[in-house]
């Protein structure tokens, strides 16, 4: 968590942090100490993901709360051991994110292998309703899946919330977290 260590530090001497394009802004009323503007340099681009809003309207600020917020919870509320804690705050901040980023999909076309429905096999609606449906044939949905479990494990992880170790086949084999 260094990205966040610096966004940290910087905020505890008075530095306000912003996004500028491609460019990390700071504003300060003091000169900042040199070691903090070192951290921040070396951070860089993971402050930035950091403070950047993605396209589900949450920054890496507030999935980093959010998994922090659901690891406390399971923690002290639900009595685990803070790994299991943390595995299970994990899995949340996957769920969450496929909600977030749901994808739709028009109902005459397979979104895995472009195909029409067949007699024998139908397109059915994978989602939520306020989320919207993906259309899939069902052998087509765990390729699907997976593809789109593994786009959120790396969103999450460019915004510095690793992944824990034996996600998710540890995962699904205990029936989920
Ligand atoms: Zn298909």
Known sequence: MSAVHALRAARAVGVRLGIDGEDLTLEAAAA????????LARHKTCVMALLRTGRDGWSGEDWRAFFDERAGIAEFDGELPREQAE???Y??????????NAVRSPPDRCLRCGEAEHAHDPLLPFGTESAGHAWL??????AWSAARQAEAVAALEAM???TPGGFPNDFE???GA
């Open 91 to 100: 899995a949340c901040c996957v769920a969450e994110w496929l909600n977030r």
């Open 137 to 142: 044939h069902s052998h087509c949905w765990s």
């Open 32 to 39: 900042p100490p040199p070691d903090v503007l070192d951290l």
């Open 87 to 89: 595995a299970r705050a």
């Open 173 to 175: 084999k205990n029936g």
């Open 160 to 162: 510095g919330i690793a």
